[in-house]
């Protein structure tokens, strides 16, 4: 179980099977506000009893990775916002699992972004997090 009760600090849970989201986030200079989280086959099931933002991956024709769906099956209740990667080529379907997670959890879709993200992309991720962390702290 990951809590850090005590501890301002909101969590940015990620799956990455490729690398890409891994490298998206380690990419930027993300504030200590936050801390990250790898998802993985090893923790899938483990409960997280703080707030998080997932980012994740999209597969095939827009598809919400298995183990992503496993994680909110037990995580759910803790997430408030969501930001997805996926691959231009994909058209309506890119980065189309945050849109799948944003709707079926009612929480909001930060943004979208290609594969590891532009430099753009990365800057917009920084103040999407500020933007999400303002909305999180009025409703706690």
């Known amino acids: 179980m990951l809590s850090l009760k005590g501890d301002d600090k909101v969590i940015i ?36 009893n703080e707030s998080f933002i997932l980012v994740t991956p999209t597969y095939g024709f827009g598809a919400v990775p298995d183990t992503v769906k496993e994680f909110l099956r037990v995580n759910s209740y803790n997430l408030f916002a969501v930001a997805s990667s996926g691959n231009r080529n994909w058209g309506q379907n ?36 500020e933007r999400a962390g303002e909305l999180h702290e009025s409703i706690r």
């Open 13 to 48: 849970a990620y799956y990455s099977m490729t690398g890409n989201i891994r490298r998206f986030l380690n990419s930027m200079d993300i504030p200590d506000t936050y801390e990250l989280y790898q998802i993985t086959a090893a923790n899938v099931r483990e409960k997280i």
């Open 94 to 129: 890119f980065a189309r699992a945050g849109e799948y997670i944003s709707n079926d959890y009612s929480v909001p879709l930060l943004m979208k972004f290609e594969l590891h993200g532009t430099p753009d992309e990365r800057a917009q991720f920084v103040v999407e997090l």
